[in-house]
């Protein structure tokens, strides 16, 4: 198990991404949460298999909106999550 911490930049509050997320998230049997930040930008913390984690990158470099950078990195889980929730 690994772990996607990921922050979306662009117009990407208001356009129904985190809830896009939370979709594909759950479609590929990931767990963490999408959460609006004060900056504009979405923060994507997701736990699940390593290929599936990147599979949800190009989704979120793809989503509503416009996104103009993607930053991520993948690390070892801590299972600390049940689903995947819109925060």
Known sequence: ???LE????G????V?????TRMH???LSLVGFAKNMPDGSVWVVAE???KNLLELVEYLKDGPGRVDRVDYK????????KDFSIL
């Not at 990921?6 to 930049?9: E, L, M, N, Q």
């Not at 993948?74 to 999550?81: H, Q, R, W």
């Open 11 to 14: 117009w990407v509050q208001g």
């Open 74 to 81: 993948i690390v070892e889980a801590l299972n600390e999550f």
């Open 1 to 3: 198990m690994k772990r």
């Open 16 to 20: 129904g991404f985190r809830a896009y």
């Open 25 to 27: 998230a759950i479609r």
């Open 6 to 9: 990921a922050r979306v930049y």
């Open 48 to 50: 699940g298999e390593e």
